[in-house]
């Protein structure tokens, strides 16, 4: 093989250096300064979504923050709200039952009245009836009807 020849040595660590040194200058003096500048490019674009997001995820804390503020004084409205109408409701269910006891009141004492009369009248009728009941024994017993009055 004539690579390995001592004598092709020279010639082929000459072309070796020309080669390496076009090589070289070819990539690293004007490709990595294209390929530095993007990558400069990208971190710099990444710097600023990172700026981005962070001011996006403040401005979202934010609006949460805020939203929950709403929701709490809509739950304390609601809460209000919610407290005036049981307020409401009671006072009217006792307003209800206030007629309610004044109206069974009254059909007591129209009961205990008609009660009252009922009983005086059966006590009426009952000591009309004993006394109906005495002359005719007392006729029976004594064969004559009984003297009125006693």
């Known amino acids: 093989m004539p690579q390995f020849d001592p ?16 090589l070289y200058f070819g990539i690293v003096r004007l490709t990595l300064p294209k390929v530095g500048a993007v990558v400069e490019q990208r971190a710099a674009q990444v710097g600023g979504d990172l700026l981005a997001a962070e001011s996006a995820k403040l401005t979202a804390d934010e609006i949460g923050l805020e939203n929950a503020r709403g929701l709490a004084t809509a739950r304390e409205v609601a809460q209000a709200s919610l407290a005036k109408s049981k307020a409401e409701v009671a006072k009217s269910i006792e307003t209800r039952l206030k007629g309610i006891d004044a109206e069974l009141a009254s059909k007591l004492h129209a009961a205990e009245a008609e009660v009252a ?34």
């Not at 009728?125 to 009055?149: M, Q, Y």
């Open 117 to 150: 009369t009922a009983r005086d009248a059966a006590k009426a009728e009952i000591e009309t009836l004993a006394r109906s009941l005495s002359d005719d024994i007392v006729a029976r017993l004594l064969g004559r009807a009984a003297p009125a009055g006693a």
């Open 7 to 22: 004598a092709n040595f020279a010639p082929q660590l000459a072309w070796l250096a020309i080669i390496f040194a076009v």
